[in-house]
């Protein structure tokens, strides 16, 4: 039997004006997030990194892993709305299975915060930041560098993407 305690607690009706967005590139090994504030039109880094699981947990842990990290993020950032990739397209069945659940646990957390969300599809990304839907990673990570000011590319891949997926949230919800 596994039992844990979660050391945040989900806000219960908890309206907290917000100009915080968070975007995440959900993963059971590796969970992308970014978390930007928007204010008077200017859009501002406040934390970008990824969530690791250990690779010889079980499945089960790893996504009570992630929840604890994720609610962690939420609880202390507060973010009014969240963009998350939805699973476009998988030619692994097993891999597109494993990221679905680690999709179901970061909705799970975002909606016990009453975090407003945006599902974006990859191709939806790429438009929203280079102005084409089929841009590469590299032209999306340097646009997104660029739009935040950033000095070097953001890295990992999996936080540059969550980056990408925050701004296009943050134009999707009109927010800048």
């Known amino acids: 039997m596994i039992l844990w305690i979660c050391t945040t607690m989900p806000p219960s009706k908890v309206n907290v004006i917000s100009n915080v967005v ?3 590139d959900p993963g059971t090994a590796i969970t992308g997030y970014g978390i930007l504030e928007i204010e008077n039109r200017t859009t501002k880094v406040l934390e970008y990194g990824v969530i690791r699981t250990p690779s010889k947990t079980v ?3 790893r996504l009570v892993l992630l929840y604890a ?3 962690k993020l939420l609880g202390q950032y507060h973010p009014a709305y969240a963009g998350c990739e939805r699973l476009f397209f998988s030619k692994n069945v097993k891999t597109a ?3 679905g659940q680690a999709r179901g646990v970061t909705l799970l957390a975002l909606a016990q915060f009453n975090t407003k969300l945006l599902e974006l599809t990859p191709p939806q990304v790429k438009q929203s930041i280079t102005g084409y839907g089929a841009a590469t990673k590299l032209q999306v990570q340097q646009m997104t560098q660029r739009i935040l000011k950033l000095t070097n590319l953001p890295k990992p891949d999996d936080a540059a993407d969550a980056l990408a997926i925050a701004l296009a949230t943050q134009q999707f919800a009109r927010l800048a």
């Open 22 to 24: 968070i975007g995440i």
């Open 97 to 99: 299975l494993d990221v």
């Open 69 to 71: 990290q994720l609610t």
């Open 59 to 61: 499945l089960a842990q």
